[in-house]
């Protein structure tokens, strides 16, 4: 059995990605699970989604924490620490990123086991091909290619069936075959060395006591501790602030949802990245057009 | 809190965070940023009480983003949940069993589906005993958190999970909205009012105002929602000055049942609002679907009509 | 200290009074509304310093009672039966955000067919919703379980919400003699509650109720409920040894009514064991060794001191006043569940449904369940589905009734 766990954020695609892997492995004669598990999180949060794709019936269930294939929707995921995308990496598995860099760069920035680290800028190729960033079609096919466990037509018939179910048009839908295609021919087959449950140390079972409150009860005394999640990760596009010609009209101040834009001593607008979304209202409403994007390219 | 005497430029509004960021909530949530004006006129002292929906993701164990209290409850109970906190805060004063200056603004916060569906009753019974509360229905015209639905809230002519387009139903929705805001007024609560985000100014200046009146404060703001319409992010302050602008989106208030509109829009064609959103396309693709729209810029013409015969509408 | 003729609705309400509470949200059901009746009186009378308020459901009711507790109020509150029910989904928020408060429930069989005598349907329904619950056999209980209920639930070690349940009709319009505490000696047993740490306060905010995703911290504080319910168990007996210093009534967890040599044991609950008791002298009289076990805290449920009184004792039957349909009796599977592990358990477990919707239940009856037992006695198998509490004579009565209604 092979396990893939896709990792991106709500809004890109993973789920789709996850159930085109599924239903390619499906229509090729394979035992499939897909299943995506959302978090409390809503668009453009950390999400995950599972596949497992056999010659036998499948019995497992729910989380893969066990891998074979780690598929990374995201780069920024890589830092985000909510994300968890390194759980269960380990040596012989196949750790696939989308992303410009260089494979040698991510291993070593991150310091990964010997698994064996892919990469590719799906992004890019969805950019230039579909005009959009959902990169479920590019990134299944991706997988697709590297477990081998779907020819390309079985892979444009997935892709048919899962992107008209969420009502995308049959041209969007073709452009996304092309794109995936693109991405299929750019990858190749790898071996898998698929996991193996080997039991070093069993789980501890420990006798929970009780515990009078605050502790014993579920009470939040913090305040306005979300500052400490970075939702800055989400963001795709970054929005910056042209000094020079903005007029501290304070309109991207009273428009940002998320209250990332303060007023410094001179009422110019300071932007906090930690936890802007990338939401780019600011950008749009900005009518001195002092508000610039830049596609987010994390510093490693 | 807000030291503002009255609202006039954007100059105005408190600098002052109440509601940080961090929170899970969608990027380019049109509610959240309601939500976040609403509370720099609010103020820091201040519990809500958050009716199940989109909104119950804010606080999420262990994080809030308030610096304030908050309670979640369930979906069918804000304003009963907002009864309770309002009476045991003043018979806890008033017994002398807490000090006054504990005393807290108690504000009720739903989404449309708890509003204008199944917290209905709950709202009626706290506007009938007139219960001191503010209470903010941030209206995303479907139930947004189980994945956008429809609800009673949701417009004709708008596609939801539940009101896909077929040729059986090419309109989607096929019911009217749920005109909340009359049945509301019809209890004659002492202050109510709808309100936009992108209306920054007219919002704090009427929840300034709410402030002067003990008993139901009412609020429906619109609430953009990039993914259930359908549209990129960064629109959702267009697509809601649109709204106004086409009429489609009053801007009203109502003392003690009095009404009035608080800005006269410039009546853009409502397909300038429609054409935007992802859940109207049906309604230009493949064909376009003049009934339809047609029905939808009538429904706001006539929704306008005797207004705009009246004085109190002033510009 | 004076005695007066209550009704069980009236008990309940001077439990209230005493206890002096802040607030009470009510919403009528038959036949909860004596009870917010003299309430609301009191308090526009200036008798009682609280705020009585009536919502638009129960739904309603008990969510207000629920956060005016997180707002630390002290909060009494009332429904039946339907009203149980409709506010059910809030029995369960309301445990969760652990605030302490008294609910009084008036059972009353539930519909369909709706119905206006008890049985124990209602109650039962919410007794995995994390609420202690105390069950009552009298007027005078009725009243005393309140002020105890307080002084259990604003515990720390609990921090639960706490039923009261007394029977429909059997209780609630029925007058005895009670004896109402003087309202200092209830300062004593029950001081103000302390409202120190973790309530709505412009100067210490919390938030409470927040979602909590992923199961583990899930698991933790729902298993944190779990024992903070069993802990319920030690501070009752201690609030009951406080009761009892100061007011001299007794009441522990299970009464044993002539248990001490009894071979044959009646467990029952409720109004309808003053029946059980009586069934009981009347067969002693006849040379029975017969005793009755009166489950008074059902949650948490008391089983150490259920396996004690049933060990060695030749036969068991348990009375449920409810109907699970498709599993039987549900005491009856609780008792024999705490029972398993002990070798000593009585060979005969007997279940018996009676009492459905106030049904009467004879002497005749009990003594055919005693029967019962014995005629097991000796035998390998035990049914273990229930005897339905019915007899010919009822039989005839439902034939009648169903003609009349034309099949
Ligand atoms: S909206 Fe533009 S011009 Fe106005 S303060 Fe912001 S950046 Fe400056
Ligand atoms: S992009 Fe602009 S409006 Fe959106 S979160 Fe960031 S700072 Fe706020
Ligand atoms: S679904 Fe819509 S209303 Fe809900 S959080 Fe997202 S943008 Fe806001």
Known sequence: MIRVRFHGRGGQGIKTASRILGTAAFLEGYYVQDAPLYGAERRGAPITAFDRISKEPVLERGIITNPDIIAIGDETLLNDAAANVF?????????????????????????????????????????????????????????????????????????KKELKSIELKDETIDKNIEAAILCYDKMSEVPIETYRFNPVSGPKIIAVKHYLPPKGVAVIYAKGNTKKRKTGNWRLFKPCINYERCVRCGICFVSCPDGCISLDTDNYPVIEYANCKGCLICYEECSAKAIETKREVRTW | MD?????????????????????????????????????????????????????????????????????????????????????????????????????????????????????????????????????????????????????SSSPYGSRTGTTQPSDAYPMATEQQKKDLFEIWRAHKPPYMATVSPAHPVDLSAKFKKASEYKGPKLFITLAPCPTGWGYGASRSNRIAKLAVECGIWPLKEAIEGKLKHTYIPKFKPVEEYLSLQGRYDHLFKPVRNDFTIKKIQKGIDRYWAPFLKLTSCKR | MVREMLTGNASAAWG??????????????????????????????????????????????????????????????????????????????????????????????????ITLEPDHNDILAARDSGWIQIHVENCQEALDAVLMGYKISEDERVFLPVIVNLDGFYLSFTREPVEIPDQKDVKKFLPPFNRENGYFRASKPVSRGAALLGGTGYSFFKYQMHLSACNAISVYKGVAKEFKAIFGREYDTVERYEMDDAEYVIVMSNSFATKG???????????????????????????????????????????????????????????????????????????????????????????????????????????????????????????????????
């Open chain 2, 3 to 151: 030291r503002a005497k009255i609202y006039k430029n954007v100059k105005d509004i408190n600098e002052e965070e109440f509601v940080l960021p961090g929170t899970p909530l969608c990027a380019g949530c049109g509610g959240l940023l309601a939500l976040r004006l609403a509370y720099k006129v609010l103020g820091q002292k201040v519990v809500i009480l958050n009716a199940a929906g989109c909104f119950t993701l804010l606080s999420t164990y262990p994080y809030t983003p308030f610096r304030s209290s908050w309670l979640y409850t369930a979906m069918a109970c804000g304003p009963a949940g907002a009864q309770g906190i309002r009476d045991a805060l003043d018979i806890l004063i008033e017994k002398g069993s807490i000090p006054k200056e504990e005393n807290l603004k108690v504000v009720v916060l739903t989404g449309d589906g708890s509003a204008y569906d199944i917290g209905l009753q709950s709202t009626s019974g706290a506007i009938h005993r007139n219960l001191d509360f503010y209470y903010i229905c941030y209206d995303n015209e479907a139930f947004g958190n189980t994945g956008f639905q429809m609800a």
């Open chain 3, 277 to 407: 008791k009586a069934a009981v002298h009347i067969m002693r009289e006849k040379g029975h060794k017969v005793g009755l076990l009166k489950l008074r805290l059902i949650r948490p449920f008391p089983a150490d001191d259920i396996i004690n009184e049933l060990l060695n004792r030749k036969g068991v039957a348990i009375i449920d006043q409810n109907i699970a349909p498709g599993s039987g009796g549900i005491l009856y599977n609780e008792v024999c569940g705490c029972l398993y592990h002990s070798k000593e358990r009585p060979n005969i477990l007997l279940s018996v449904i009676g009492g459905l919707g106030g049904k009467d239940i004879s002497q005749a009856e009990f003594e055919h369940i005693i029967d019962t037992i014995k005629k097991y006695h000796n035998k390998k198998k035990v049914p273990i589905k229930p005897i339905l509490l019915f007899t010919e004579e009822d039989m005839k009565v439902t034939n009648n009734i169903i003609d009349i209604a034309g099949i």
């Open chain 1, 87 to 159: 759980q269960g990496i380990r040596k012989g598995g196949i750790f696939f990123v989308n992303t410009h860099y260089e494979a040698s760069h991510i291993l070593e920035r991150y310091c990964l086991p010997e698994c064996k680290v892919i990469v590719h800028d799906v992004t890019d190729i969805t950019i230039n091909t579909v005009g959009k960033a959902s990169v479920s079609a590019t990134l299944a096919a991706c997988i697709c290619r590297i477990t081998g466990t779907a020819g390309k037509e079985a892979l444009i018939n997935a892709i």
């Open chain 3, 16 to 113: 209230a009074r005493l206890a002096d509470v802040d607030y009470v949200p009510s919403f009528p059901i038959t036949p909860q509304t004596e009870i917010i009746e003299n309430i609301s009186s009191w308090i526009r009378d200036r008798e009682m310093n609280a705020k009585f308020v009536t919502m638009d459901s129960e739904h309603s009711m008990i969510t207000a009672a629920g956060t005016a507790a997180a707002t630390g109020a002290r909060v009494f509150t009332a429904t039946s039966s339907q009203g149980l029910l409709y506010g059910m989904e809030m029995l369960y928020t309301i445990s969760g955000w652990r605030v302490p408060l008294v609910l009084v429930n008036v059972a009353r069989a539930i519909s369909s067919p």
